[in-house]
């Protein structure tokens, strides 16, 4: 029996996840008043994340389109179980 490999990051459905780099992640909280614990959570088994190589502590972009302003984007602090 053959196994299927579906790469969920890859489905018209999922936004596009992208991982911050340590300065964006700086620019990020200072922009916003912010720190990690304060941000919303996404688990690092999530499998959009599957091929983004991330870690506990990481901050992941996601872009969703947006009727009204064409694109949005919303941020997620990984974290383990």
């Known amino acids: 029996m053959k196994k299927i490999k579906f790469k969920v990051d890859k489905h018209t459905l999922t936004p596009k996840h992208v991982k911050l780099s340590e300065k964006e992640k700086t620019q990020l909280f200072e922009k916003y008043h912010v720190t990690s614990k304060e941000m919303p959570k996404i688990l690092k088994t ?33 974290i383990d179980v």
Do not use: C, Q
Not at 50 to 70: F, M, Y
């Open 46 to 78: 999530d499998a959009a994340l599957r091929e983004l190589d991330t870690k506990p502590g990481d901050v992941v972009r996601i872009i969703r389109k947006s009727p009204t302003a064409g694109e949005a984007a919303f941020y997620r602090v990984v």
